[in-house]
């Protein structure tokens, strides 16, 4: 069960649930609920993603000499989540259904997809290419605060 | 290295996979609208040739055509293995295939020879350009899992449906003798079994857990699914050739049970969604599964009973079931969430400074695309009503059908004119 897919992957699922319960209350009405489930969302998320950007891609763009290649694309897809998580918040705050589920099913596609790129591809590379370093940079992720 | 694939300049224009996707609804139209002009003979026997040029405007028009396109579309995120010059390949496919359909299904329709001659290039050619670039990508992959998996099976049956069938379309064109009945009987099964039966149980794998927070596939399925329904496809195959009388229990044993089993198991997924927002996709997908069920159920029933498969509706509804109720609903379903995702990731690129931007249910709003979902469901129930009485039900249910691939070409454009509002 070790390894950095192993480590990273579980995150995802993480916050897929508070994706759906926050989804769920705000397409109820229950403003309050959706705001608290969506700030465990928001903050799973961002503590993924400086996991990542600080730790993960760094080691992986060292090893590779590979800048502007995959974990760019990954970095940019951050970025637009990031403006869809802003798209969100906007909507809690007004209150806004409607704005709310566009939003958050455009993100939930973002979402998924790039998932599947970081399990199916990237998690898998790290794992091959970073195996010596892997104990490492779990104690350096593990050590960033949430 | 199959990372390489994913590098941020090799995203091609919005237009490449986006002509598959506005020409695929065109040709289900047509389906529908030669239906409504043909009326009651269309539906008098299977061979009809209004029916068979209208199997061909679904098969190959609408099925085939967005098929190849999500897959095109799948490759980089699966595999990693993004496919090269796609314009010149999305160029090299999308006209030869979309002429080619329009000239069997003229050919088929019409009894005219020439022109079902004139489909047999074009069709050779966009089969063996998409097969050839889609293996040279699932070759390459260092990623390993059930969909790539199933990718590659459903590619081969491709293949040997494309062969079949040419050699289908020589004959009836008077230039070979074969024993054209049971070629059919193989070409169908490889076409709607093996390509669009193996790559949507492959499909389904990634996007049915992806869209509604499923719990996965069990991997006891995953691993043996597609392979298994492949080898008792090869094994039907070669029972039909020399042993017709007992291909039916290889179907029995072997190929109903996977289907029954994948329809089930899709279904006890979506019942313990973590995610509960009404989805349209994933109503496309119940009423798909639905229908699988149905097809299997029916044939199950009529291997023993002489009178429903001596019915003729019976072959009718095999065929609805399978096309109009299986294959296009999950593929109308798809086109939900590909097409206005597709357009927002694009135009997040054409205009990185947020805020004007729609999101995906702006592009396509829920109410148009739930519209269509209820115009598909009763066309699909009228039309099995029509196969039992054809007059006058089918200008009914041709009708109908009319307004829902209508509708869905609307939707469907909608989107890029938005797109095309917003990126100049
Ligand atoms: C290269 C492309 C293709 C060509 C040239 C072709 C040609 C033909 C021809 C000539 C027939 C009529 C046979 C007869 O009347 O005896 C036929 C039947 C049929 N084809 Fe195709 N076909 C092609 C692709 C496909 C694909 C991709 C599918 C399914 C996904 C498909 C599904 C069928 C079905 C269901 C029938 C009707 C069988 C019946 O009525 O029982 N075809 N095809």
């Known amino acids: 069960m070790d390894g950095l897919g192993n480590y990273l992957a579980p995150d995802h699922r993480r916050c897929d649930d508070y994706f759906s319960a926050a989804e769920a209350a705000a397409l109820q009405g229950e403003w309050e609920a959706a705001e608290a489930q969506f700030n465990h969302f928001l903050a799973g998320m961002q503590h993924h993603f400086a996991k990542e950007e600080t730790v993960l891609f760094p080691a992986f763009e060292q090893s590779t000499h590979l800048t502007g290649g995959p974990t760019e694309v990954m970095r940019m897809e951050h970025a637009q989540m990031r403006g869809l998580f802003q798209d969100m918040q906007q909507a809690l705050a007004s209150r806004d259904a409607n704005a709310y589920a566009g939003a958050a099913e455009t993100l939930l596609i973002l979402m998924q997809q790039h998932n599947l790129k970081e399990e199916q591809m990237l998690y898998r590379m790290c794992d091959q290419m970073l195996v010596r370093e892997s104990a490492e940079l779990i104690a350096r992720m593990n050590a960033i605060a949430q | ?424």
């Open chain 2, 1 to 424: 290295m199959a990372l390489a694939g994913l590098s941020l300049e090799q995203a091609p224009p919005l237009s490449v996979p986006l002509r598959f996707f506005l020409t695929a609804p065109l040709f289900a139209f047509l389906a529908a609208l030669l239906l409504l002009f043909s009326g009651p003979t269309a539906l008098a026997s299977r061979w009809s040739p209004a029916l068979l040029a209208a199997t061909h405007l679904l098969t190959l028009g609408f099925i085939t055509m967005s098929m190849m396109a999500t897959l095109l579309q799948m490759l980089p995120v699966l595999a990693g293995a993004a496919v090269k010059q796609p314009r010149l390949v999305a160029w090299l496919v999308h006209v030869p295939l979309s002429a080619g359909t329009l000239l069997l299904a003229s050919g088929l329709a019409a009894g005219w020879k020439i022109g079902m001659l004139a489909s047999l290039p074009l069709l050779a050619w966009a089969m063996l350009t998409f097969i050839l670039v889609a293996a040279y990508s699932l070759a390459r992959t260092e990623a390993r899992n059930a969909t790539i998996n199933a990718m590659r099976l459903a590619l081969g049956a491709l293949a040997i449906t494309a062969l079949l069938g040419l050699t289908l379309a020589a004959i009836l064109a008077g230039h070979a003798a074969l024993p054209a009945l049971k070629l059919t009987d193989l070409h169908a099964a490889w076409g709607l079994l093996g390509w669009v039966g193996v790559l949507i149980i492959g499909v389904a794998y990634q996007v049915v857990p992806m869209f509604q927070m499923t719990p996965a596939y069990a991997t006891r399925i995953t691993a043996w699914l597609a392979p298994w329904f492949f080898i008792m496809l090869l094994i039907w195959s070669i029972t039909v050739w020399w042993a017709e009388d007992n291909a039916k229990w290889v179907a029995l044993t072997g190929l109903a049970p996977g289907l029954i089993g994948f329809a089930l198991a899709t279904l006890s997924l979506q019942r313990k969604r973590r995610r509960r927002a009404p989805d349209i996709t994933s109503q496309f997908w119940r009423m798909g599964m639905a229908s699988l069920l149905a097809a299997s159920g029916i044939w199950l029933v009529a291997q023993f009973s002489p009178a429903l498969s001596a019915a003729a509706f019976y072959p009718l509804w095999l065929g609805m079931l399978w096309i109009v109720g299986f294959a296009m609903s999950v593929i109308n379903g798809m086109l939900y969430k590909i097409v206005p995702f597709l357009v927002w990731l694009h135009l997040q690129s054409r205009r990185p400074a947020r805020g004007a931007i729609p999101n995906t249910k702006e592009i396509i709003p829920d109410k148009m695309a739930r519209r269509q979902l209820r115009a598909h469901g009763a066309a699909l129930a009228l039309l099995l009503c029509a196969a039992v009485l054809p007059n006058p039900l089918v200008y009914m249910a041709a009708a109908v059908w009319c307004v829902s691939c209508a509708l869905l070409a609307w939707n469907v454009f909608s989107a890029y004119r938005l797109y095309h509002r917003l990126a100049a």
